[in-house]
């Protein structure tokens, strides 16, 4: 069987060696050919055993600071040394900002067809079939690359990672690569990581709790936060609420912050601008709370409260603690 | 500083969409406007000038006449001048053949710095600058919040999912910036009037040295096998709260397993 590539995303929360889209790449990889991980930086035993658990038959490893120095360019070399090697029959990538764009350059570099943000992939007769939604969620499009190496983007929560019975031991490859003076154009100066909220990531949550304009003022906004902790959910926001300053960026659900499809997604105060929708219509049971009947979030709600969310999330804070006992 | 801001025509995002006969976005049936994300893409090659670099802003597109609409805005927002990629080959091109004819474009216009929305509001891929950037052989820095440059190096600042990050960017690049980056301006009438008086040059491919065979629908290195509207969400309940609304959401919640 032929390979399929997978560029393995190093260190999850929990002290996991793998961040968990990675893992989620590898269960996808199976059904198209035998995964093979591209792991940037230094590896040990334990995480090509870890690798091994959720279906890698080979492991190329490639380690050098500039991995972690230099954007997305060396990381490109890597792969399309990967790609030289092995010649899989596609190039699997996690959908986020870096994971695009190394897959961008690479495709550019292989003059292969690429698809990004896959819901889904499937293997086909001619190749993986690709599975996306599109125009703000509102449609699914199926589609396939004839051209080249497939090179498709994934993103996060596509499938659950599934472990393999019967791991085999992955042949580990050391990739040397010269790194070219033009993968050294742009250094990162500077990084500073973000305090850990102690809440679920965003990206992989089970049940998110949004608070939009209608929260009112950045004081206000605790009430999502305790709803978030009472059902152990993560914390969303729209963009009227980044905007506001009221919380940071990296909190923004939609077009231009993260695309989620949680088990649960709770909104209060959010009108269901088609932006936001775009972001989180994929979720399987969607709740709103809002004072306007009108809002057009409704229209989406499996459940939906007109009321004020200063009234109803409270009471609903207690009924959760008075069931929890 | 010579800069190239690539903007795109795209359709109003508020109306229903909809794909033609040949399983692309039908642009005809929807009025267009220059995309949201790019007003940002103007707004910060306008900033990086009025900071006290000297600038020359070139506003770039590709696609079908009405494009010039949206570059007409974009010097209305301050560019210099624009370029239009205009060939009845192209319509249906994927992002290979897109950044292909964008790169060449940039080249021909001559650049010390390329800028871009950080997607597209309606393909939504966000690949173009990355490719654009592979094929010009210069670095790239992805959803800048916040740029400034001394001439040689360009400074960005972003927000990753951990981390804030600060990059410095040797130029020539390229760079795409986020909605985070600051409020377009909006045109004056007389920024408007005085945009219909600016110089907008239009290339074809031939111009461009591009083979018509490697662009458009036919060269697509992707083929769309079928397209599904999603299926309507199954209507929900909507209560009106009476005091008792989260008693019911409660047991809603427990019902489905989620307490
Ligand atoms: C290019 C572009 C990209 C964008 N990207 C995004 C994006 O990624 N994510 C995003 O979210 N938006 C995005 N937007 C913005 C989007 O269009 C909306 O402006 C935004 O989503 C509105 O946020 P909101 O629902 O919090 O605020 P509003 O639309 O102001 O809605 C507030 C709601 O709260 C309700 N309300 C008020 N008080 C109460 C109360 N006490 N109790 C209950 N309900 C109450 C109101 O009835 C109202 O429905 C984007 C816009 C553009 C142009």
New interface residues.
């Given amino acids: 069987m032929t390979a399929v590539l997978v560029l393995v995303e190093r260190g999850g929360p929990g002290g996991s060696p793998v961040r968990k889209p990675s893992l989620e790449l590898l269960t996808i990889a199976r059904r198209i050919g035998e995964p093979a991980a591209v792991v940037c930086g230094p590896i040990d035993e334990a995480t090509v055993d870890f690798l091994a658990g959720y279906g890698a038959t080979a492991v190329y490893s490639a380690d050098s600071p500039d991995l972690d120095e230099y954007?997305?360019?060396p990381k490109?070399e890597v792969l399309a040394e990967a790609v030289r090697q092995a010649a899989p029959a596609a190039v699997l990538v996690t959908s986020?900002?870096?994971g695009?764009?190394?897959?961008?350059?690479l495709?550019?570099?292989l003059?292969?067809?690429?698809?990004?943000?896959a819901t889904d992939v499937a293997a086909g007769p001619d190749g993986p079939?690709v599975t996306q939604?599109?125009?703000?969620?509102?449609?699914?499009?199926?589609?396939?690359?004839?051209?080249?190496t497939p090179v498709i983007t994934v993103r996060p929560n596509a499938a659950r990672p599934e472990r393999v019975a019967d791991p085999v031991q992955p042949a580990v490859q050391p990739l040397a690569i010269e790194l070219s003076d033009?993968a050294r154009?742009?250094?990162?100066?500077?990084?500073?990581?973000?305090a850990s909220t102690g809440r679920p990531d965003l990206?992989d949550a089970a049940?998110i709790v949004t608070g939009g304009r209608g929260v009112g003022a950045p004081e206000a906004f605790e009430v999502i936060e305790r709803l978030a902790d009472a059902?152990g959910a993560a914390v969303g926001a729209t963009?009227a609420v980044?905007d506001l300053s009221w919380r940071?960026?990296?909190m923004q659900i939609g077009?231009?912050g993260k695309t989620v499809a949680p088990?649960?997604y709770v909104a209060a105060g959010v009108s269901g601008a088609?932006?936001h929708l775009a972001g989180m219509?994929g979720s399987r049971?969607?709740?709103a709370?809002n004072k306007d009947?009108k809002a057009p979030i409704?229209?989406?709600?499996?459940?939906?409260?007109?009321?004020?969310l200063h009234?109803?999330?409270p009471?609903?804070i207690?009924?959760?603690e008075k069931?929890?006992g | 500083m010579k800069i190239v801001v690539l903007v795109k025509h795209v359709p109003e995002?508020?109306a229903a969409?909809r794909?033609a006969d040949d399983l692309t976005?039908d642009r005809s049936a929807v009025e267009g406007r220059l995309s949201q994300?790019d007003e940002y893409a103007v707004e910060q090659a306008v900033r990086l000038g009025e900071a006290g670099v000297p600038v020359e802003i070139t506003c770039l597109t590709m696609g079908p006449a009405p494009a010039a609409d949206a570059l007409r805005k974009a010097l209305a927002m301050g560019g210099d001048r624009g370029v239009h990629v205009l060939d009845d080959a192209l319509p249906g091109s994927?992002?290979?053949a897109t950044?292909l004819v964008l790169a060449k474009a940039v080249q021909r216009i001559g650049f010390d710095l390329v800028v871009c929305g950080?997607?597209s509001?309606d393909?939504?891929?966000?690949?173009?600058?990355?490719?654009v950037?592979?094929?010009l052989?210069?670095?790239?820095?992805?959803?800048a919040?916040e740029l400034g440059t001394d001439g040689t190096t360009l400074?960005v600042r972003r927000?990753?999912?951990?981390?804030?990050?600060?990059?410095?960017?040797?130029l020539p690049?390229v760079v795409s910036v986020?909605?985070?980056s600051g409020e377009p301006r909006y045109p004056a009438f007389k920024a408007i009037m005085a945009a219909r008086k600016k110089p907008v040059q239009t290339w074809s491919l031939a111009d461009l040295g591009i083979d018509a065979a490697d662009v458009g629908l036919a060269a697509?290195?992707?083929?769309?096998?079928?397209?599904?509207?999603?299926p309507p969400?199954?209507a929900?309940?909507?209560?009106?709260?009476d005091g008792d609304?989260?008693?019911r959401?409660?047991e809603?919640?427990?019902t489905?397993s989620?307490?």
Avoid: C
């Fill in positions: 954007l997305v360019v490109v986020n900002p870096e695009k764009d190394v897959a961008a350059r495709a550019v570099r003059n292969s067809g690429i698809i990004t943000d079939v939604s599109v125009f703000a969620g509102g449609w699914t499009v199926r589609s396939r690359i004839r051209r080249g033009r154009g742009a250094r990162v100066v500077n990084r500073t990581p973000r990206a049940i059902l963009r980044t940071p960026h990296e077009q231009t088990q649960l088609i932006q219509q049971t969607i709740v709370v009947p409704f229209e989406y709600a499996d459940f939906g409260v007109v009321g004020d009234k109803v999330l009471a609903l207690n009924e959760i069931r929890k | 995002p508020t969409w794909f976005l994300l994927d992002v290979l950044s950080m997607a509001t393909a939504e891929m966000s690949v173009v600058p990355a490719m950037a592979d094929r052989g210069v670095p790239q820095a992805s959803n919040a400074t927000e990753t999912d951990s981390a804030t990050e600060e990059i410095a960017v040797t690049a986020t909605d985070q697509s290195a992707t083929v769309v096998e079928d397209t599904q509207p999603r969400r199954a929900g309940t909507v209560i009106v709260d609304a989260a008693g959401l409660a809603y919640l427990a489905a989620f307490l």
